[in-house]
């Protein structure tokens, strides 16, 4: 979504001829920056989700078989990994909201630019 409304705002600004060329190159810059963190976060996101769901299924896994000493402790050492994953899924998720704050303050910029 992020991709597409910048792509728009790209489209315009390389139509958009105007004496302060360099602001528009230099917003022009800024936005295709935003469009690749803002993906790359994306696939972090997407990977992290990936890693809690196989970590959830293999303890799921584990307490579904019988309860033996080392099945505790590697629960228990599953869970933690669960929780160090969960930890970097917020900060991705926070990271990706920064963003896209970051976007939204660039199309006001190009807007004003355009106007």
Do not use: H, P, W
């Amino acid at each position: 979504m992020i991709r597409i409304r910048f792509i728009i705002l790209t489209f315009c600004l390389a139509s958009f001829n105007l004496a302060s060329k360099q602001n528009i190159n230099e917003l022009k810059k800024l936005i295709q920056e935003t469009i690749y963190r803002a993906q790359s976060f994306e696939s972090e996101l997407l990977i992290a989700k990936n890693e809690l769901l196989t970590i959830q299924r293999n303890i799921q896994n584990l307490n579904n078989g019988n309860k033996r000493e080392y099945t505790l402790e590697k629960i228990k050492q599953l869970e933690n990994e669960g929780k160090e994953v969960m930890r970097k899924i917020d900060l991705v998720e926070i990271k990706l909201k920064n963003e896209k704050l970051k976007a939204n303050n660039l199309e006001r910029q190009v807007l004003n630019v355009l106007n």
